[in-house]
């Protein structure tokens, strides 16, 4: 069974500048969260969907940040215009609903650098 | 508010060692318990869990047993491996999945 799939592994980008992540969550999976984590620190949600809804937003920036998930499969998560304190590790994850017990799965993650 | 506190690293013990690594939680409820574990330059991979009181949830070896009475779900091994080394997430979920900071573990040959 294929995992989740992120892109791009690795950015590099100037301060003010902008940058999107993709992500495809594991086939079937309702729910599609995206973590940031910065060096040190554990993953913090950021945004979670069920299908193309937005369930959890509440530590999203939403001056800067921005996510969708249109048809509720993949999605993708925006950066504009990013600040140094953005650079991190952009995890995304699946999970088959938003039941507490469920299992959630990560992708390999995103690393952002902010120059 | 819900949060998890996890054993500060690193931690750093010979291979053959015993290991326990302490995390407690505060949450509304009984929410589900998990330990993930991040090997260098991977992600985030689902270790164990356990979803209600006195679960024990087990995997390589590793064990880790829901406390409801001391809000706690501390992770063990009897006998830790080079292999074994990585950073050690707890987390609980109620209506979404909280860490705690993570313990790097380095086990020495």
């Known amino acids: 069974e294929a995992g989740v799939a992120q892109s791009p592994r690795y950015k590099i980008i100037e301060k003010r500048q902008s940058v999107a992540f993709w992500c495809n969550p594991i086939s079937g999976h309702a729910t599609l969260y995206w973590y940031q984590q910065i060096l040190g620190q554990g993953p913090k949600l950021l945004i979670q969907f069920q299908n193309n809804g937005v369930v959890d937003d509440s530590q999203l920036p939403k001056d800067r940040f921005s996510a969708e998930r249109l048809k509720g499969v993949d999605s993708t998560l925006k950066i504009q215009p990013a600040k140094l304190e953005d650079s991190a590790v952009y995890l995304c994850?699946?999970?088959?609903?938003?039941?507490?017990?469920?299992?959630?799965?990560f992708g390999e993650g995103s690393w952002l650098t902010v120059v | 508010g819900n949060s998890v506190t996890q054993m500060e690293g690193p931690v750093t013990l010979s291979e053959e060692a015993f290991l326990t690594i302490n995390c407690t939680y505060t949450a509304t409820g009984y929410p589900s318990l998990f330990w993930y574990v991040q090997y260098p330059g991977e992600g985030l991979q689902l270790l164990l869990k356990?979803?209600?009181?006195?679960d024990k949830g087990s995997n390589k070896g590793f064990e880790a047993t829901y406390r409801k009475e001391t809000t706690s779900f501390h992770l063990e091994k009897g006998s830790v491996q080079v292999s074994d080394s990585a950073v050690y997430f707890c987390?609980?979920?109620?209506?979404?999945?909280?860490f705690g900071t993570g313990t790097l573990l380095a086990v020495q040959p």
């Open positions: 994850a699946s999970s088959l609903d938003d039941s507490s017990g469920n299992t959630i799965y």
């Open positions: 987390a609980h979920a109620r209506n979404k999945l909280i």
């Open positions: 356990a979803t209600k009181a006195d």
